[in-house]
């Protein structure tokens, strides 16, 4: 089974509002994506593929105030990337849970810019979605690796 956009809405819901005291918003018209920040975390196994959580602007410094309790102004890129990393980790366990086991999750990584200059060879696109989390863009994508050697369908 794929995670559908109806899992990854209740999953990141659930994770913005039990980890970081925040909502999500539906955001009818995106536009085009600005600079940000993206957590990465792969899962192996019974199940192949990519999550990523991505956050544009000054999002990611927000959320990062919020998870180390600490003012905005007082938060570093390492505090910043760590929260979008840490962020991207419990999303992708909670899709995980969800799979065919036995999956295993990676160590999250991090990518300061575009997300669209992420590209994941042999995935398609299981499911993605775009919010909106204090006026700031957020986007989740789940990719599911295609041995078949399908192209990259998102980047």
Request: glycine fraction near 10%; hydrophobic fraction near 40%.
């Amino acid at each position: 089974m794929d995670p559908t956009e109806e899992v990854l809405k209740q999953i990141a819901s659930d994770v913005w509002e039990t980890v970081l005291s925040r909502s999500l918003e539906d955001l009818p018209d995106p536009g085009p994506e600005g600079q940000g920040i993206t957590g990465c975390i792969n899962i192996s196994g019974a199940w192949e593929g990519v999550v990523q959580v991505y956050c544009e602007g000054e999002l990611g410094r927000h959320l990062a105030s919020a998870m180390f309790e600490m003012q905005p102004d007082e938060v570093s890129i390492a505090e910043i990337t760590d929260a979008v990393a840490e962020i991207a980790n419990i999303v992708g366990g909670n899709i995980k849970a969800l799979l065919p086991q036995p999956s295993f999750l990676s160590l999250p990584s991090t990518v300061v810019g575009r997300r669209c200059d992420i590209h994941y060879p042999r995935t398609r696109v299981a499911a993605e979605l775009t919010l909106r989390c204090e006026g700031e863009r957020v986007g989740l994508h789940v990719l599911k690796g295609s041995p078949d050697g399908e192209p990259a369908a998102a980047s």
